[in-house]
DNA sequence: ACCGACGGGACGCCCCGTTGCT
DNA sequence: AGCAACGGGGCGTCCCGTCGGT
């Protein structure tokens, strides 16, 4: 039931720094490669053993160092889900700057909506390997990352209700909506939807979804049909610097 | 890192069964009650220590019973926590069928997406001290739990699906929306809304979530105002016996 | 390397006593039948895969009686092994007895001691499949078997030194040699000869082997030849009643 | 009754390298000496607690160590055992390898004969401590210690018996007597004396049980007296080199 | 920097001897 | 009397994080 791992096979070559090497090694520090590649060994190892089940020993191998180096360069085995959380939350925070920086004030605000559910959707699936070590890190008690996620997700969807709470003042939202809680309530389903895909999703599978996605947001809130959606400078001028 | 414990302070008296005690003692059999401590014990220090910081040793210690009697009744520390997630998913999927069974014709289909949403929320609320358990559970390789979850869940909302789909030939769904995906989407909102809850909400507070889950799926779904929500008999004549 | 073993191809019925039979038993108790059944088993199973590898629960089993049980009539393991090395020792000292009591007063002494090797050797031959667990009972701190065992041997040789010590008034013993100490330790040879002994010896070989043995210790002790030997009547006037 | 102990009152240091000591410790490597004192601690407690009686843990703790570390150099609580019976087993092999290199031709056979006596009696004084432990280690199933020890000591008689051999076509053994099946036989009674030998015995009993037993062996076999006995040089021209 | 060995501790198994219910 | 369950404890395995020597 605790899923005993054999990963003898994987003929992942993850770090094959030679020993003996000559001097003239390059820019990259040896520091570096090697802590690159225990975090490209144990994210491969987290997805799929799951973190529980990777030992550090696994890992070290994997990465083609001993253990005990491992511990040179990570002072805990948590320490390393810990840095892959932070990189994939750190792109994730991103995301939303980038959405409210780039806005295109003859968009609509249906495809402001539309565009930030794709690039959550899109990092996700790219970071869909992550996301076990993710859920794993979450869980754990006093590490923060629960909170920091929430935070990264608020980060997203609070720009979302600044749209939506300056569209309300147009009167084109729903009177009896929560906006704030909506939001956040709406945006979860992103997250959730992704469950249902497939990892080998194509293209147009992602548009579709996403799409729904978009329309379930917009209706729930907006009274108006998408087609109908306000430009952006219109509803915001005060984000459009 | 790991979230070191002490239980020592824990002062649940959990089983305090008395060895020698007077034959009259009741209908639960010695085994039932042992088993039973083990899994309150179980529930109580899989929340708060974790399943993974948890030794086997402490939940006996706290069930007043010993680490080799633990292993009487359950072959794995495993499948305690299978035995807690499973008794949750049971009486998870008991409110499906219930509210299957048990629809007032008088009311609207409107009022029936509320119960269904309130008794979601109920169930979490009460369980609340599981959820962690049953995350790991679900994270666990070929446990087979995210399955189970997610076919609970689906037994729930595939009963909104066929009320939906009920509603859509009488015109009064929107016509963009995938009724099917919408329905799992707009329904993984109770979970996510959770996180959001104090554990220690008040009745109010529930149902001030409820109200607003409710109506961000109707409003994403249907094209008419929650108060001209039609009669479950007029809707759905097959669904009731 | 220690000797997991599988009992369960035994079809040994050591004790097949229906459970609601008829109340007319008989005489034997159902007490002796069960002690008896427990014995045989462990003898058995105490033989092959040995005391430390037999279970208390493969003793039960093969008895055709519950563990349990066994504890009703055995206070412990060890007392198992107690009763069936009582058993061995009683049985062995009868011999010693056996031989003092019926001397006959015709016979040399030369056949006197041929004829406590032969029977000294019949009866190891016969309890040959005990020998392992009476080996275990003497390494047993405390448990008085090896003092035991050498007193029964005593038993034996004693009245051997007996022999020797009147015929040493007799000028027909080696001066240079300490009969006490001779007889102890030729008495010994018997013992260890027995380990070279194949289990399925013939009539002749067993015969062959007392033969030698007597032989070596006639003339380690005799400067006379066997063929010369004096009768037990000339040499033990005071052990023959 | 199964022997419990209690040696937290032991005292022995068997093992106290200082943690952080200077660099020029010596030659014994760490690894030898953790070793040694798990070696030595087991040895210890196999004799008095004994083998089965002596937890892995107890041996970890006299010898300074952790359980966990007693398991890094040896698979098994049994390989400890094995290491410790191997080592008896090459030193007592050794014994018989010197005995047929260092041949004096001045010497008679019977002081040949007398200086094998001794050899084997001081090998198993020096080690009567660990006699218990062979004797657990020889009643193992399939460890072959048996053998193993059977073997040991042919090599010791095998040597004697050529000796008889030779003594034989000088026509000064007694033609009614097996030499072979007699070498072994007498042999035997080395091992047998010491349990009669106080564990603390003077080299004057020593000497006199060796004396006794020399003789024993020599009147049983040889015709003639042991102040006749032909030199080395005589008899066995082809066993000197 | 790298590594072998180590202390510590949990896991799941197995067994012994006891106890209390039937 | 018979038995299921229990407390206790050892075994061998595995893993984590540390430390000291090379």
């Known amino acids: 039931m605790d899923g005993r791992r054999d990963t003898s096979s994987v003929v992942l070559a993850v770090n094959h720094r ?3 090497r000559a001097a003239t090694e390059g820019t990259d520090s040896e520091q570096e490669s090697t802590v690159h590649a225990v975090l490209v060994a144990a994210r491969y190892l987290f997805h799929s053993p799951g973190y529980a089940s990777t030992p550090v020993s ?3 191998r994997l990465a083609g160092v001993s253990r005990a180096t491992v511990y040179n360069h990570f002072s805990d085995k948590s320490s390393i889900l810990n ?3 932070r990189d ?3 792109g994730y925070e991103k995301i939303a700057i980038h959405l409210r920086s780039f806005i295109d004030p003859e968009e609509s605000i249906y495809e402001l909506l539309h565009k930030m559910v794709r690039d959550a959707m899109l990092w996700r699936i790219e970071n869909a390997d992550l996301r076990p070590a993710v859920e794993v890190a979450m869980q754990m008690p006093d590490s923060g990352w629960r909170e920091a ?3 990264a997700d608020r980060a997203m969807y609070d ?3 600044s ?3 300056a569209a309300r003042s147009r009167g084109i939202t729903r009177p009896d909506i929560d906006i704030d809680f909506a939001t956040g309530a709406l945006y979860s389903m992103i997250e959730a939807s992704l ?3 497939n990892p080998a999703a194509t293209t147009e599978e992602v548009e579709m979804i996403t799409d729904q996605l978009t329309l379930l947001q917009w209706h729930a809130i907006y009274t108006i049909a998408p087609d109908k959606s306000p430009l952006a400078e219109d509803v915001l001028p005060s984000l459009l610097k």
């Open 58 to 60: 696994d890992i070290a």
């Open 149 to 151: 996620d929430e935070a």
């Open 163 to 165: 749209i939506h709470h």
């Open 195 to 197: 469950s249902t895909l």
């Open 18 to 20: 030679s020993k003996g």
């Open 83 to 85: 840095q892959l959380v």
């Open 88 to 90: 994939y939350m750190t």
């Open 159 to 161: 720009w979302l209700a």
